[in-house]
């Protein structure tokens, strides 16, 4: 592994299905976060976790839930998805080296129908 | 509330230069980041200021200015690799990165 991995690439998911999305850094950041992008919108933060066992609230956190058991992994997970929640979702970690920059997993497409 | 300002699409030329704006209304400023985003993938790194002037590397240049609110970044010698979304992303103060809708950028030989 090298940097951020996501798993799905994509999914369709109907709507009220439960859903996991994976996200796995080897860079050992301890700050990582979850972000959906739709068109025409910049990239809003869901949650957030500076450092392993704890997560925050980010802009558009409704509908999601996060957990961080250690530092190279940070699940996203959707209760029961609605076709809102239809969106690419990327995955980042940074380190708190002064400038924070955030690198970005691959990205996973899903579909709620 | 915060609002980060970024023209939606710019068309230029192969070779030549193209100057792609950023303003931003935050609550507080701790950097400015730009992003390129090729079609389908995900955002990568291009630059970071935190303090007003010009940062170069290599084609890419980008500047800063905290009194105006304003940000732009320079890329010389367009190759139609460079065909991509621009962001333009600040840090607030509550060090929570708030982004812009991002520039489409269109490379014409």
């Known amino acids: 592994i090298a940097g951020i991995t996501q798993a799905p690439t994509s999914q369709i998911l109907a709507a009220g299905r439960r859903m996991t999305l994976r996200c796995t850094q080897d860079m050992r950041h301890n700050a990582m976060y979850w972000y959906r992008q739709d068109l025409g919108l910049g990239l809003r933060l869901i949650h957030y976790?500076?450092?392993?066992?704890?997560?925050g609230k980010g802009e558009v956190p409704d509908g999601y839930s996060v957990s961080r058991a250690n530092t190279d992994d940070f699940p996203l997970t959707l209760a029961s998805a609605v076709p809102s929640q239809t969106s690419v979702y990327f995955c980042a970690s940074s380190e708190a080296d002064g400038t924070d920059t955030q690198y970005f997993g691959p990205g996973t497409r899903l579909t709620v129908l | 509330g915060q609002n980060i300002d970024q023209p939606t699409e710019m068309t230029a030329t192969e070779g030549a230069i193209v100057q792609i704006n950023c303003t931003y209304q935050?609550?507080?400023?701790?950097?400015l980041f730009w992003y390129q985003q090729h079609a389908g993938e995900a955002p990568t790194f291009l630059s970071y200021n935190v303090l007003d002037g010009l940062e170069e590397k290599g084609r890419f240049s980008s500047f800063l200015s905290r009194s105006k609110g304003y940000s732009y970044l320079l890329l010389k010698e367009l190759q139609m690799k460079d065909s991509a979304s621009y962001l333009c992303a600040v840090r607030d103060s509550n060090y929570q990165l708030i982004w812009g809708a991002g520039t489409k950028l269109i490379i014409k030989p």
């Open positions: 935050t609550s507080g400023f701790n950097g």
């Open positions: 976790s500076n450092t392993a066992g704890t997560t």
